[in-house]
């Protein structure tokens, strides 16, 4: 692929010629519209106009994904077939501006009469291109540093309740979690700043129990503050972690939007955690939305270094594969730099999915977060943590989690309590 262009992948559902929904789709997202118009020359389009460069068939479908009325009003009613259809269009026509670069190759799209189905699939930008916008600040490599845990997987855990406790409730809390030998505490994604404990004295009351944690042990406990917001106070919000000496701030990338990250990204050198709370919206349906490896290339653009894939076997919808190719995705370059962004595995997680998460990605370089896991162990949350690292140490080593139930009380307890069916 020439450095000048960049490819889409989309998946398209039609009962139209595929070869005329795609050249539909180049034009729409280009330099055409419905009809040629005055000023549309031959030579623009030559430089401007997106270009189809690959179809493939995969076959009828039984019945509409979606219900299209402008193909009702043509009384379009053949059976519809599915498509892959790649899209090169000109870099030139985006320049670095993440916010139009998501508008091209998504946007109109989905709205368009001639399918019953579409979704982007997957994004392949050209090295030069990719430079252009932030490389993440901290990445794998950076969240290892700040918190001293240059080996295995980073285990983490979730405020919980959700919402509700204080700000003194919460740094104890905390507190406590960081004496149970946790390396990673995040605010839930429902928690920002509300009146019962706004970040003004959240933030000061937690990162004093955090420092007071690392005068006694030497380890800094990364917290990732819930600060999402509108952009000016996001970026007060992370200057204020920042003057107590956090490490991390947490954003809803959805609610955000790009422009909010990336100012958040410009202005703060905090590890950025990208919680992708609200994707489901956007990719539950399979003839719609956009599929996580081209969601997770343009947040990665805004320069992220976490984030969230859920987790294996846990409490949502995505199936185990589904989020074993996220986290693979996340781990993987989009270019010739490292470029890489940490996995954050959550949702339903504790010392039983382990194994199961080690043997899918083959990789520790991620975050394996268990709010309940840790927390309602039965011998409380610092056997809840054992139990987990015990679990990670057995399969880091090739040792069986059987084996390591025998001999590590904590790991045994965890499975006769959150292993029962």
Not at 395 to 419: K, N, P, Y
Request: aromatic share 6%.
């Amino acid at each position: 692929m020439p450095d000048a262009f960049y490819e889409a992948i989309y998946l398209v559902e039609t009962p139209l010629p595929l070869e005329a929904v795609a050249e539909v789709m180049a034009g729409e997202q280009s330099c055409g519209t419905f009809t040629r118009v005055e000023g549309e020359t031959d030579e623009l389009r030559e430089r401007a106009r997106a270009d189809v460069v690959a179809i493939r068939d995969l076959g009828e479908v039984a019945q509409p994904s979606l219900r299209s009325s402008w193909l009702d009003r043509k009384s379009l009613s053949a059976s519809p077939h599915l498509g892959e259809v790649v899209v090169r269009f000109p870099v030139a026509n985006v320049g670095v501006n993440l916010s139009t670069l998501a508008a091209t190759v998504a946007g109109n799209l989905f709205d368009l009469g001639e399918v019953t189905g579409l979704r982007l699939q997957s994004l392949k930008l050209p090295g030069t291109y990719r430079k252009q916008y932030p490389l993440p600040q901290h990445g794998i490599d950076g969240t290892r540093r700040l918190t001293g845990v240059a080996h295995g997987a980073l285990i983490g855990s979730i405020i919980k309740p959700n919402v509700g406790l204080r700000s003194e409730e919460i740094a104890s809390l905390v507190e406590r979690l960081c004496s149970a030998g946790l390396d990673f505490i995040k605010d839930d994604e429902i928690a920002s700043n509300p009146t019962h404990a706004p970040l003004s004295t959240r933030v000061p009351a937690v990162m004093a129990a955090v420092r007071r944690h690392q005068d006694r042990t030497g380890k800094h406990v990364m917290v990732a503050f819930n600060i999402t917001d509108e952009t000016d106070a996001m970026r007060r919000h992370a200057d204020l972690v920042a003057k107590e000496g956090g490490s991390c701030v947490m954003a809803s990338l959805n609610w955000c939007g790009f422009s909010g990250i990336e100012t958040l990204r410009r202005s703060s050198d905090l590890v950025v955690h990208g919680h992708r709370n609200g994707y489901g919206a956007l990719s539950r349906h399979p003839a719609l939305g956009i599929g996580f490896q081209a969601y997770q290339t343009l947040w990665r653009l805004a320069g992220v270094d976490h984030m969230h894939v859920h987790g294996l076997g846990g409490k949502f919808a995505q199936a185990d594969e589904e989020v074993v190719e996220s986290a693979k995705d996340c781990l993987e370059s989009l270019c010739d730099v490292d470029d890489r962004v940490m996995p954050a595995f959550s949702s339903g997680q504790w010392a039983g999915t382990v194994e199961q998460t080690y043997r899918a990605v083959n990789t520790s370089d991620l975050l394996f977060m268990a709010g309940g896991g840790v927390m309602a162990h039965p011998g409380g949350p610092a056997e809840g943590v054992a139990s987990i690292r015990e679990a990670w140490r057995a399969v880091e080593a090739g040792e069986s989690i059987d084996s390591a139930r025998a001999r590590h009380r904590s790991l045994s307890d965890a499975f006769s309590f959150f292993g029962k069916p």
